[in-house]
């Protein structure tokens, strides 16, 4: 069975025991393209908390489509397009590079859908927020038991590399206490939190729309990685 169909039994399923309110309003996430997926210099998953708005869409397709269809290019997201530059570096892990070269680089059309095809979005809350996330709604569907406990079906799938906790790491603690306790938590010299499960590096990272220098978000986060990577 390809991945994509394991992905929506799970989220067939996970709707199925939902309020109806909130299966009209379930967005379906995960890896946007096998494949590319398999083939990827890094296995990078995203944990985030929730997409913006609408009903009846499927973010990997969104993703998958994010320059080639009109309705897609005409709702082009800030928070993807971090995403986009975020994966060139992790992908290429080159910290030295210059920062006007990351631009120019991941700037075209056809490395952005190339980037985007190899990676995996994830959400804590599948039902469709707004633009400033409703934290009580986040925390409630995030941290119910059974939506926990699909969310958990649904990332026994992966195997990734990399996790990059865009400010869900405390989400991913209440989804498994005893593997990312406290104590389980290690800091890099320049203090980004991270932790190790089985070959997969966890990040607790910032949200990709926080409000700082791009730059700065993006050397730190490859500074995290390669310091990580060079103490397996």
């Given at each position: 069975?390809?991945?994509?169909?394991?992905?929506?039994?799970?989220?067939?399923?996970?709707?199925?025991?939902?309020?109806?309110?909130?299966?009209?309003?379930?967005?379906?996430?995960?890896?946007?393209?096998?494949?590319?997926?398999?083939?990827?210099?890094?296995?990078?998953?995203?944990?985030?908390?929730?997409?913006?708005?609408?009903?009846?869409?499927?973010?990997?397709?969104?993703l998958a489509g994010y320059n080639t269809i009109p309705e897609f290019i005409n709702t082009h997201s800030p928070s993807i397009d971090a995403l986009i530059t975020w994966t060139y570096g992790l992908m290429n892990?080159?910290?030295?590079?210059?920062?006007?070269?990351?631009?120019?680089?991941?700037?075209?059309?056809?490395?952005?859908?190339?980037?985007?095809?190899e990676i995996g979005v994830v959400n804590f809350k599948k039902i469709s927020g707004f633009g400033v996330t409703d934290l009580k709604s986040l925390d409630a569907f995030a941290t119910e038991s059974y939506n926990?406990?699909?969310?958990?079906?649904?990332?026994?799938?992966?195997?990734?590399?990399?996790?990059?906790?865009?400010?869900?790491?405390?989400?991913?603690?209440?989804?498994?206490?005893?593997?990312?306790?406290?104590?389980?938590?290690?800091?890099?010299?320049?203090?980004?939190?991270?932790?190790?499960?089985?070959?997969?590096?966890?990040?607790?990272?910032?949200?990709?729309?926080?409000?700082?220098?791009?730059?700065?978000?993006?050397?730190?986060?490859?500074?995290?990685?390669?310091?990580?990577?060079?103490?397996?």
């Open positions: 069975m390809i991945l994509a169909e394991r992905e929506n039994g799970i989220f067939n399923e996970w709707k199925s025991n939902l309020p109806q309110e909130q299966r009209v309003n379930f967005i379906p996430d995960g890896i946007v393209d096998e494949k590319r997926w398999n083939e990827a210099k890094v296995k990078v998953l995203y944990l985030l908390k929730e997409v913006n708005g609408g009903t009846d869409w499927d973010e990997r397709e969104y892990g080159n910290p030295d590079e210059l920062w006007s070269k990351v631009l120019s680089t991941t700037a075209d059309k056809a490395v952005q859908s190339a980037l985007l095809s926990q406990e699909m969310l958990r079906k649904q990332l026994a799938l992966y195997h990734p590399d990399v996790v990059v906790c865009g400010g869900t790491a405390y989400y991913l603690t209440a989804l498994y206490e005893e593997d990312f306790a406290a104590k389980k938590w290690n800091t890099t010299n320049r203090g980004v939190p991270y932790a190790k499960k089985e070959s997969t590096i966890y990040i607790d990272f910032c949200h990709p729309l926080i409000r700082a220098p791009k730059n700065m978000i993006y050397y730190s986060l490859l500074d995290a990685v390669k310091e990580i990577e060079g103490l397996r």
